[in-house]
């Protein structure tokens, strides 16, 4: 049971907008600790996707986005493409636990 | 170009020892945190260790804490986890991951780059 919740799956077909959800509580988001999302395709090594709540690294598309409330944060993928299809995780640091917590992942199927 | 690779995974005994390394390259080793985080297979990331720029701070996750020690040389740019004490349920994929910069461990630091990964598998 992760202490981050995320679905196990989210789908969409090409050109479609999904969003994975990542709900925590007061020990981690809610204590406002920020958010990092990661993208991993299938046999590779996770790669940042998202850093501090909002902001995208140099090379990642404009099609993702994400945002943070309270104890949840999300991720918004716009214009679906195949090349999306992968599993991402949410990233924080719980205070309760004293370390850093990801997501269970969630699968993105590209229909 | 920045890069992380780790080596030293492997089929181990429960109850046994083993060594991963991470070299890295591409940039001031000296002056980041660095982690390892695993992966069991067909599971979720799972953060398992941090140790901050010049090894004053370390953070073990609970269900290593006691059995792994982390540690880093920073003239050899290299990190390591000393893994004992193992148990089936450490079989994953570990991977080296470079943390934020600073003395201290930013604790809403996130992890980038990250290595492939060293699969090391526990079993008798």
């Known amino acids: 049971q992760s202490v981050l919740t995320q679905p196990p799956s989210v789908s969409g077909a090409p050109g479609q907008r999904v969003t994975i959800s990542c709900t925590g509580s007061s020990s981690n988001i809610g204590a406002r600790y920020d958010i990092h999302w990661y993208q991993q395709v299938p046999g590779t090594a996770p790669k940042l996707l998202i850093y501090e709540n909002t902001n995208r690294p140099s090379g990642v598309p404009d099609r993702f986005s994400a945002s943070k409330s309270g104890t949840s944060a999300s991720l918004a993928i716009t214009g679906l493409q195949a090349e999306d299809e992968a599993d991402y995780y949410c990233?924080?640091?719980?205070?309760?636990?004293?370390?850093?917590?990801f997501g269970g992942g969630t699968k993105l199927t590209v229909l | 170009e920045v890069q992380l690779e780790e080596s030293g995974g492997g089929l181990v005994n429960p109850g046994g020892s083993l060594r991963l390394s991470c070299a890295a390259s591409?940039?001031?080793?000296?002056?980041?945190?660095m982690n390892w985080v695993r992966q069991a297979p067909g599971k979720g990331l799972e953060w398992v260790s941090c140790?901050?720029?010049?090894?004053?701070?370390?953070y073990y996750a609970d269900s290593v804490k006691g059995r792994f020690t982390i540690s880093r040389d920073n003239a050899k740019n290299s990190l390591y986890l000393q893994m004992n004490s193992v148990r089936v349920e450490d079989t994953a994929l570990y991977y080296c991951a470079r943390g934020p910069r600073g003395i201290a461990v930013a604790a809403s630091g996130y992890f980038d780059p990250w290595g492939q990964g060293t699969l090391v598998t526990v079993s008798s």
């Open positions: 591409g940039f001031d080793f000296s002056v980041y945190s």
């Open positions: 990233q924080s640091f719980d205070n309760s636990l004293s370390g850093w917590v």
């Open positions: 140790i901050s720029s010049g090894s004053h701070y370390v």
